[in-house]
């Protein structure tokens, strides 16, 4: 299942270039994989790859057919990224690219070089591919198109039937999807759900499945909206987002019983008693070799304009009513489980962890579209810029103040190192200073990114002052984006001035802070 593609790819030059880029250095993708379209290239076969040569020229050709070119995979991720920089990183060779989509007019031509010399025309490609489609086409019927044609009534009437066994077996989210308009289309390969609750069904995609496959589809996509998972990405990456939601989601419809669990989605043992958040990773970009895919929205209204931060909280606030009263409705017909049960509970009593605190606080520094590929330096020397380490700066420096006075012990520090490790792996600092500070700064180590993660060893043990702390930023060359200070706060900072760099005080006892951010330590 998925959206699928046929793909093209040329490159080609002399026969010196060609075999310095088979030779090349392997590009690091963008999500650590190390990969080149060559490696063990005995075992591609001759239709996926050939390798031509013409009097002192080559061209290496490679194709795909059908195949998903999703960014997650990695050797899509690596074509993707080699495109990006190809005209950089080898000036003497071409590079062709053509995707056919499955919709007619999903084609995407690009040439990468200096002087195309167009050795297979797009045109071509198109009329080849558009001569298989058919082929495939006259196997089937002679009325119906094997990739794109449907039966609109069928699947209308498949969802129908799904949304009254919702209703009727499990009327949490029977009344969920019952509340969330339906929009047939295929803007979208597979499902979606928006950030406003519009739920969005590629009826092609749909009609196959069974209608207990579109029970769990539905509820799966109301969950979405009913979580807020659109409003929560906020700067994670978007499939690494979508995977540890539909971690959480896909474990509580199976403990639930909802419907038939769609073959190939992503589940995790226990994800139900999860938040997203804490299993996001921005490495684990896998949806799965099939079920609903990437179908979590952008933090966007109707018209595709960003929400600001009211019309956020207002329909975060209308999906958490909509949710408790769903709920409510399920528990009357003695229908509500307990994991649904539990979760309601904790949008109704809400106590934020610390460390979630201070994460919200953190993303808000996070600068969008704020962005930059770390060149590779073996290469920089010999005019190349090839991809290095795989880290993208979103915010600018943070500096971390560690009150080593006494008071905090080894397992707060310890637990505070866990999540602060977490949050920068999610706002990826342009660089991170630590302070030691007791009666004066005791210690101080950088972190860039190739030294991640952050090893906390105190030094000192004296009396407390923040002072030393604010005096060492006053006198720092660089641009300071953020203070995080960890203390038990009983400390001079009445006799001090408000700082120009935004402060958070996170406090394992006293609370009475005269300017910045106050986050209360709690033990977990």
């Not at 793909?7 to 026969?15: E, P």
């Not at 007019?105 to 490609?125: C, L, R």
Request: glycine share 8%.
């Amino acid at each position: 299942m998925g959206y699928r593609s046929d793909v093209s790819i040329l490159i080609y030059g002399d026969d010196k270039n060609v075999t310095a880029f088979v030779a090349s250095e392997r590009l690091k993708g963008w999500k650590g994989t190390e990969y080149h379209p060559l490696d063990d290239r005995e075992s591609i076969p001759p239709e996926r790859f050939t390798w031509h040569t013409n009097d002192g020229d080559t061209m290496l050709e490679f194709n795909w057919f059908g195949v998903k070119w999703y960014e997650s995979y990695p050797e899509i991720a690596y074509w993707e990224q080699l495109m990006s920089l190809f005209e950089q990183g080898f000036p003497s060779l071409h590079m062709e690219f053509v995707r056919i989509g499955e919709e007619t007019a999903d084609i995407v031509t690009n040439y990468f070089g200096n002087d195309p010399q167009y050795y297979m025309p797009s045109e071509q490609f198109i009329k080849i591919y558009q001569h298989r489609r058919k082929s495939m086409t006259d196997t089937t019927s002679e009325n119906s198109t094997a990739v794109l044609m449907f039966n609109q009534a069928e699947v209308e009437r498949k969802v129908g039937k799904a949304k009254a066994l919702l209703i009727l077996d499990h009327p949490f989210f029977g009344v969920a999807v019952s509340r969330r308009p339906i929009k047939y289309g295929d803007e979208v390969p597979t499902a979606g759900m928006s950030a406003t609750g519009q739920m969005i069904l590629n009826p092609a995609w749909v009609e196959p499945l069974t209608v207990k496959n579109i029970m769990f589809l539905m509820a799966h996509e109301a969950l979405h909206y009913m979580l807020s998972h659109a409003l929560r990405r906020k700067h994670r990456d978007h499939m690494a987002w979508n995977v540890a939601c539909d971690k959480v989601i896909n474990d509580t419809l199976i403990d639930a019983g909802v419907g038939d669990f769609i073959d190939g989605g992503i589940t995790i043992d226990n994800g139900r008693n999860y938040a997203s958040e804490e299993l996001y990773d921005e490495n684990d970009d896998d949806m799965g070799s099939g079920g609903i895919g990437q179908d979590v929205g952008d933090a966007t209204d109707e018209d595709g304009q960003a929400l600001d931060e009211a019309q956020a909280h207002q329909l975060e606030a209308q999906a958490k009513i909509e949710t408790i009263q769903s709920a409510k409705l399920a528990k009357q017909a003695g229908k509500l489980p307990s994991s649904i049960e539990r979760l309601v509970d904790e949008m109704v009593n809400v106590v934020t962890p610390w460390h979630e605190k201070l994460e919200r606080y953190m993303s808000s520094k996070v600068r969008d579209g704020y962005s930059w590929n770390r060149p590779n330096r073996r290469f920089v020397g010999q005019g190349l810029y090839l991809p290095g380490y795989d880290y993208i700066p979103r915010m600018g420096e943070l500096v971390i103040a560690v009150d080593t006075s006494g008071s905090l012990n080894p397992k707060d520090l310890a637990l505070f190192q866990g999540h602060i490790n977490r949050i920068v792996d999610t706002c990826l600092p342009e660089k991170i200073t630590v302070l030691y500070c007791d009666y004066e700064i005791g210690g101080t180590t950088e972190y860039t990114p190739d030294d991640l993660p952050i090893v906390l060893k105190p030094v000192g043990g004296g009396g407390t002052r923040f002072r030393p702390v604010f005096d060492w930023l006053d006198s720092y060359d660089g641009e300071v984006e953020c203070l995080i200070y960890f203390t038990d706060g009983w400390g001079d900072q009445h006799e001090l001035d408000t700082p120009s760099v935004d402060t958070v005080w996170l406090t394992t006892d006293k609370e009475d802070f005269p300017f910045g951010e106050v986050i209360t330590y709690t033990k977990e």
